[in-house]
């Protein structure tokens, strides 16, 4: 199974920077896609943030778009996700997913998710 080491969540003011990252660990030959998705205080469902295939095609949700990029690393099996103009409603737990993994060996993982990393956005 792989292993998804997210960093970069923190407590933040509004208007200001974060910069998370997540990294997959294992003899990895590609991962299909790679992104972010976030559960708000309150809320029982994961949402979607932002998404990337490893050709770099790029998907966000309406309400991040404009605010946050995502990018990655192929060679480091990393995938970034850089958040500006941060608001209180971005306050969540971001969790970091990879879907479609071929390992070196051949063997394919459809896919995981990190634990998670805590998002505050407060003044």
């Known amino acids: 199974q792989v292993q998804l080491v997210e960093s970069g969540g923190g407590l933040v003011q509004p208007g200001g920077s974060l910069r998370l990252s997540c990294a997959a660990s294992g003899i990895i030959a590609s991962i299909h896609a790679m992104g972010w998705y976030r559960q708000a205080p309150g809320k029982h469902q994961r949402e979607l943030v932002a998404?990337?295939?490893?050709?770099?095609?790029?998907r966000y949700a309406d309400s991040v778009k404009g605010r946050f990029t995502i990018s990655r690393s192929n060679a480091k099996n990393t995938v970034y996700l850089q958040m500006n103009s941060l608001e209180p409603e971005d306050t969540a737990v971001y969790y970091c997913?990879?879907?479609?993994?071929?390992?070196?060996?051949?063997?394919?993982?459809?896919?995981?998710w990190g634990q998670g990393t805590q998002v505050t956005v407060s003044s």
């Open positions: 997913n990879a879907d479609g993994i071929t390992y070196w060996s051949g063997t394919y993982d459809r896919g995981g």
């Open positions: 998404t990337i295939t490893s050709g770099g095609v790029t």
